[in-house]
């Protein structure tokens, strides 16, 4: 793990540190490395389900029922504007069509 | 009034039936001593008012919390408070909605004293990464209450709530429970609905109680736990009648005790205590055998990078479009990068951080693939131990309650609490805290009983035979000892 | 030149689509809000689908059983243990900013749905099949802060991934009208392009260059669109290799109005997903008596039924095809002739065969003025009954056509009360006037009524005759077979020229 992989994990994980914050982590997830170095290898049986692994019926029914105040809580967002949730544009290069996805 | 205050809820729910208590005072009461003594403590981070007189749901399993207060961990939903997760980055949150546990507990007619401090999203052991103040150990003011479920455990230990909600990833509400000298109860998982529980890491998540002993602790397990629609992962098995199960003892008591384990990574204060208990099992007719578990070495490593892994995943949705405290930014990306970069601490960081590596391509399968296999690896024996004893038993921590601020410097340090506690969360099992005795120090120290799943009713009996035998609420040198 | 554009037409093109088509179900995939489109923005959230902190999604069945309905219709093979994965990425209209999908252990697997056109058949297998939610909808404009509406997230979805067995975009585009009228005839989705509840994407690649598709072609948002977008980028593929250029695997989209497709990305910078088990739902199980139940229940399948109404009714492909692209109306189509045929069997047969006779009415007649909402739900205001009744006369001659047409309209006005369609017609005087006399009295007072047209067809003008038509048809009200109409002033014409003759 150095800075440049550093970086491009901040960037997948939404964030973005100080560089003096940046160099603290690596040391600080360098010594993570060698805790999680201790597992054992080899293979065996992936778990997908955890723990229980019981199977539960999805629910039967499908008609919709809701009664939650959407509106409400639209009022308490951060931004909001007639109705629809507001954040600072989305740039270009990261911009997707609605299809892409 | 003299030591009404550390009843039992139980004793107190005698005494009230019997018109010799009067709870509505008691109410009052405790939310004046709140504000009087939680400034110095720090176990609350919001004091609620009283309100309107809840009244229990007829009918309702729980008559026996009728009327008493609790304290809720900061990251359980509920319409009446704000669910910061002791995060700046939830600043003003709050729940339009109850999480069921509390809705459970409102149609059990319970009254909510307040919010309680907690490690950031649960990432802690400390309660030393909240974003707000310190919350201090009961016992000892320059000790750690334990975290992430430090406030909740720190406000019953203290008398500031009769019982108390807490969360364990890995080992949450067990260690706060440990460090304070009080019963903490981890369930299995799946038995209480996580609906409500801000999510940290979701296959390891458990809602838990912190009560003050066994029995107190039995009851508010009942009226919260049972199968939830509104939580696919929930069981479909009711929590039956654990408060009845008390009665009896346990007929086979096969106890199985992973000593080479336990002699690699607690102190000798520790493995003392931890063999006198054992003795005392014995001496009642318990079975005590060695054993041998191999995935128990690599069970914190193994706990470490699915724990991250998802919690990168679950914290993901923190970047102010919706809810929360945003940051400016000139376009979106940024706006998420300032707004999480600002609103997170450092610990939190950390994780996703290593949460987001475990999981990336070319990674993967050496970190996250191979962590699932030591899990599968870790549940296969536990599995195939329980069908040999009935219980483990294991410290509940290495130390006793470490000092405040000695080990911030060292996160490896900090996630070592956790060594003992983060295989029954792995495995799903359910455990339970039990206070044994104390240190030199005079800090607590406890033992851990792990069950086999939905084993909550033997453990539970289990639990109150050693706490029959101790009498640690005795103890003169408990905070609930001091006059008030 | 010619050499070149020689090895550009040799290499064959591999196509393959990505499909994702919104299920009609009442509920979002994992909570109940409703699944609607057009709602006011916003309208329907709650925490589930808003990932508010301690939300957690739980499977509506209603999704499991369509999306079922689709494997099973399309001959796949149902994994009895799938499984959800979540697909980790940041954007406005991703609430939990990641997307609960199936990624390692899908629903279905394999399958097939052929393209036909002409007699020829060709197959078209299928990859795999899964469940997965929508995001919701972002409005995005240039430097303009966007606009989030959460409605559609949460949505259910069914991913249909093909092989690259298709060659080209019309193929491309004769299977994906395929594949929509499947899934409109088994109600799982209503297949509107426009609406997007039919999505479509293209993975475009040539025979033995390089390995897999070279290009993945988006914001397809039309039948025409994925026929000329297909097409266009095999023909740039082409060129690139012909001119010897490297071929760099690309995520394009096609612009409708330039008609050619633009970079969006580069697939090396391809995003990390981080694709894990999804820990809040259980593994997904089906049990296997309830998919043959579903099996049991599913309806005929649109192929199958259009081959079946041609050959039993002797319907031109076209005609069967149009029929069959709505259960409902084809329903009608067969309830009709149900009640036709005997009739025909008493009385005397018509012209035309019953079977053309009845598709070609619903075909014009009972089509127009049809919403896609009516057709889904099939009500058709003119009962099956009363259809084959008029359609009799009509082809017993006792109506004409535009009679026919006007008591049609009665029943399509809700001024048929319940009359019978030989009532209205009785009612409204329209029976065809078939007496020789009253035929000759209208083809007389016609041609009394025109003189100088008569005057001109004496001298010659013998184009002036449909012009008497026309006249008698209009007098009449069209109740007089035209052939009658023809005879009648035939005879009449011939004998006032034989009269001027004289």
């Known amino acids: 793990m150095d800075e440049r992989r550093l970086i491009h994990l901040e960037k997948l994980a939404g964030l973005q540190l100080e560089s003096d914050e940046r160099r603290r982590l690596l040391v600080d997830l360098a010594q993570m490395a060698t805790l999680v170095a201790r597992l054992p290898a080899g293979g065996g049986p992936l778990m997908v389900d955890p723990v229980i692994g019981s199977q539960r019926p999805a629910p039967q029914l499908d008609s919709p029922d809701n009664d939650f105040a959407g509106d409400l809580f639209l009022a308490r967002a951060p931004h909001h504007d007639a109705g629809f949730f507001v954040v600072p544009a989305v740039r270009p290069e990261n911009e997707t069509k609605e299809e892409d996805r | 009034m003299t030591s009404w205050r550390y009843l039992t809820m139980h004793a107190a729910r005698d005494l009230a039936d019997r018109g010799e208590l009067d709870l509505d005072a008691i109410d009052r009461a405790i939310r004046s001593a709140i504000s009087g003594e939680n400034p110095a403590l720090g176990s609350y981070t919001q004091c609620l008012s009283a309100g309107a007189k809840p009244q229990a749901v007829p009918g309702s399993t729980a008559h026996a919390l009728a009327g008493f207060g609790v304290a809720i961990k900061a990251n359980i939903a509920g319409t009446g408070w704000r669910t910061d997760c002791g995060s700046r980055i939830l600043k003003e949150y709050s729940a339009p909605y109850d999480a069921t546990v509390v809705a459970r507990l409102r149609r059990a007619g319970a009254r909510f004293l307040g919010v309680t401090a907690m490690d950031e999203f649960g990432m802690g052991s400390s309660c030393e990464y909240s974003a707000w103040g310190e919350v201090h150990n009961p016992w000892h003011p320059d000790r750690t209450p334990g975290g992430s479920s430090g406030g909740s455990a720190a406000a019953v230990a203290a008398g500031l709530a009769w019982y108390a909600l807490g969360s364990d990833t890995g080992g949450s509400v067990r260690l706060p429970a440990h460090c304070c000298g009080i019963v903490g109860l981890k369930p299995t998982w799946g038995r209480v609905s996580r609906y409500g529980l801000t999510a940290f890491a979701s296959s390891l998540d458990t809602i838990g109680v912190l009560a003050r002993d066994v029995k107190d602790a039995a009851q508010v397990y009942s009226a919260i736990a049972g199968p939830d629609p509104l939580d696919a992962t929930s069981l479909p098995v009711s929590p039956g009648d654990p408060v009845a199960a008390l009665t009896g003892l346990p007929r086979r008591r096969r106890i199985g005790v992973p000593r080479d384990f336990v002699r690699a990574a607690a102190t000798p204060a520790v493995i003392e205590d931890l063999e006198r208990v054992l003795a005392g099992l014995s001496a009642d007719g318990a079975e005590i055998v060695s054993v041998d578990l191999p995935g128990l070495e690599a069970a914190l490593a193994t706990y470490t990078v699915i724990s991250c892994a998802e919690a990168a995943s679950n914290l993901a949705r923190f970047d102010g479009t919706f809810y929360g405290a945003r940051q400016p930014g000139s376009h979106y990306a940024a706006m998420v990068a300032e707004t999480r970069s600002v609103g997170f601490g450092p610990e939190v960081k950390r994780r996703i951080l290593l949460g987001t590596h475990v999981l990336a391509d070319g990674y993967r399968e050496q970190f996250y693939l191979r962590a699932c296999r030591a899990r599968q690896g870790l549940v296969t024996g536990m599995t195939a131990l329980f069908r040999d004893i009935d219980a483990l038993a294991l410290p509940t921590a290495p130390t006793a309650a470490f000092a405040l601020g000695s080990r911030l410097a060292d996160p490896i340090a900090m996630y070592g609490s956790d060594v003992f506690t983060v295989p029954a969360s792995l495995a799903g099992l359910p455990a339970l805290t039990v206070p044994t005795g104390l240190d030199t120090d005079g800090l607590p120290l406890s033992v851990q009983l792990v069950g086999p799943a939905c084993g909550e009713d033997y453990l539970l009996q289990l639990g109150a035979a050693v706490e029959e035998r101790i009498r640690f609420r005795e103890l003169k040198e408990a905070p609930w000892q001091r006059p008030l | ?502």
């Open chain 3, 1 to 502: 030149m010619a050499a070149a554009s020689m090895s550009r037409n040799a290499l064959p093109a591999t196509v393959g689509l990505e499909i994702h088509a919104r299920l009609l179900t009442g509920t979002k995939l994992f909570c109940r809000c409703a699944n609607r489109y057009g709602d006011a923005p916003n309208r329907n959230t709650c925490p589930v689908c808003l990932g508010l902190p301690g939300s957690l999604p739980v499977l509506q069945a209603g999704a499991l059983n369509l999306a079922l309905r689709v494997g099973l219709a399309l001959d796949c093979r149902i994994n009895e243990v799938s499984r959800f994965d979540r697909k980790n990425y940041f954007y406005p209209d991703l609430p939990r900013n990641y997307q609960i999908t199936q990624f390692d252990r899908p629903l279905c697997v394999g399958g097939q749905l052929n393209w036909n056109q002409d007699g020829i058949t060709q197959p078209v297998g299928l990859r795999r099949i899964h469940l997965e939610e929508d995001a919701g909808r972002s409005v995005v404009g240039r430097g303009q802060p966007t606009r989030v509406d959460l409605n559609r997230a949460g949505t259910p979805l069914v991913e249909i991934v093909t092989e690259p067995d298709l060659s080209g975009g019309h193929p491309a585009r004769l299977w994906l009208q395929g594949l929509r009228r499947l899934l409109v005839s088994l109600e799982v989705c209503d297949g509107n392009m426009e609406e997007g509840s039919l999505r479509c994407d293209a993975n475009i690649g040539l025979q033995g260059v390089g390995d897999g598709p070279w290009t993945e072609v988006k914001n397809l948002n039309s039948f025409r669109a994925v026929a000329r977008a297909v097409d266009h980028e095999i023909d740039r593929l082409r060129t690139l290799v012909a001119a010897g250029e490297t071929l760099r695997r690309q995520t394009r989209s096609w612009d409708e109005r330039t008609g050619a497709t633009r970079l969006m990305r580069h697939k090396e910078r391809e995003q990390d997903y981080r694709y894990f088990p999804e820990p809040d739902l259980p593994l997904l199980t089906v049990d296997p008596a309830r998919l043959e139940t579903l099996r049991e229940q599913l309806p005929e399948l649109p192929e199958a039924r259009c081959l079946r109404l041609q050959s039993r009714h002797d319907l031109a492909g076209a005609e069967a095809d149009l029929i069959c692209q709505w259960p409902r109306l084809a329903d009608y189509f067969e309830k009709t002739m149900d009640d036709l045929l005997p009739r025909l069997h008493e009385g005397s047969a018509g012209k035309v065969p019953a079977g053309r006779l009845t598709a070609g009415w619903i075909c014009t007649e009972t089509l127009s003025g049809m919403s896609e909402r009516d057709l889904r739900g099939g009500s058709f205001p003119v009962p099956p009954v009363v259809l084959a009744e008029l359609l009799w006369l009509l082809s017993a001659g006792r109506i004409s056509r535009s009679t026919a047409k006007t008591v049609h309209a009665e029943y399509l006005a809700g001024t048929s009360g319940d009359e019978s369609p030989e009532q209205i017609v009785r009612r409204l005087d329209l029976g065809s006037i078939a007496d020789p006399v009253q035929v000759r009295e209208i083809c007389w007072q016609v041609l009394e009524a025109a003189p100088s047209q008569v005057k001109q067809w004496l001298q010659g003008k013998e184009n002036l005759f449909e012009f008497f038509v026309g006249r008698v048809m209009a007098a009449s009200s069209g109740r007089i077979a035209p052939e009658a109409a023809r005879q009648c002033l035939k005879s009449l014409l011939l004998a006032r020229r034989d009269d001027s003759s004289l």
